[in-house]
C-alpha cells in the first residue's frame, strides 16, 4: 500500500510532527505487523524521528542545524541561494524505515517522526509504503 500526503509548511524552517497521520493510515489498513517507509519527495525537506516530548528539542535542532549550515554563505554557488537547505535534508535524510507492531508504529516513549522543511513555506508531499508481513 502506498498514499502520497500532502503538508504545508508555514515557516523557513520547521519540524512538522507527522506521528498521528502515519499510525491513523495504519490503522485504516488494517495492518498489524510490518514496516514504513516515510520519504519525502524533495531536495530541500527531510524525514526524522526524534524526540517529541519538549518543543524545545526541535528549536535546538533547527539553531544548530542553521549554525552549522548558514542560509548565506559567501561560497556557495548554487543559483537558487538554497544550499543550506540541500545540506540540511543531506544530514537529516530524506527517508526513514519503520517498524509495524501490533497495527502501530514502534516508536520509543518520547520519539516522533518528522516532516523537516529547510526552504520554506510551501506545499510539500512525502510518500508512504506500508508493506505488510506475511
Known amino acids: ?26 490503522y ?7 514496516i514504513l517507509v516515510v520519504t519525502s519527495m524533495h531536495t530541500t525537506a527531510g524525514i526524522t524521528v526524534n524526540e517529541n516530548a519538549d518543543p ?10 542553521d549554525e552549522i549550515y548558514p542560509w548565506n554563505h559567501v561560497k556557495d554557488l548554487h543559483a537558487e541561494g538554497n544550499t543550506a537547505a540541500h545540506l540540511k535534508t543531506s544530514t537529516v535524510g530524506h527517508a526513514q524505515t519503520l517498524i509495524v507492531s ?21 506545499d510539500r508531499n512525502y510518500q508512504v509504503k506500508l508493506i505488510a508481513a506475511e
Open 1 to 26: 500500500m502506498q498514499k502520497t500526503f500532502q503538508i504545508k509548511t508555514t515557516r523557513h524552517s520547521d519540524m512538522v510532527d507527522i506521528t498521528s497521520k502515519l499510525e491513523e493510515w495504519i
Open 28 to 34: 485504516e489498513s488494517g495492518v498489524e505487523e510490518g
Open 56 to 65: 524545545d528539542v526541535k528549536t535546538d535542532m533547527l539553531r544548530r542545524l
Open 102 to 122: 501490533e497495527g502501530k508504529l514502534l516508536l520509543g516513549t518520547w520519539q516522533g517522526v518528522y516532516f523537516c522543511e529547510f526552504d520554506g513555506p510551501r
